[in-house]
């Protein structure tokens, strides 16, 4: 395998580090879960996470819904 050949993905779950405006990847993974819903989110769509909580969000609603704020998911 050369160096521009692409490593297959581990499909399990990720370990990640959330900061602000990034996120470091602690154990390799296809996905996180949502804190909320549950839902696994590829980490290529990860768009939504709290820093100080450590956690992803699936959506906006789902992190209002975290916050307390009665919204529909």
């Known amino acids: 395998m050369n160096r521009y ?17 990034d996120f470091r990847v602690l154990s390799p993974g296809a ?8 839902v696994a989110i590829p980490l290529d769509d990860l768009k939504y996470w709290d820093v ?9 609603q789902a992190k209002l819904k975290s916050l307390g704020l009665d919204v529909k998911i």
Request: charged share 30%; net charge negative; with cysteine.
């Open 52 to 60: 100080d909580k450590n956690e992803a969000y699936a959506s906006p």
């Open 5 to 21: 050949e692409r490593q297959p993905m581990p499909a399990g779950e990720a370990r990640v580090e959330f900061r602000d405006g």
């Open 31 to 38: 996905y996180v879960r949502c804190a909320v819903t549950g």
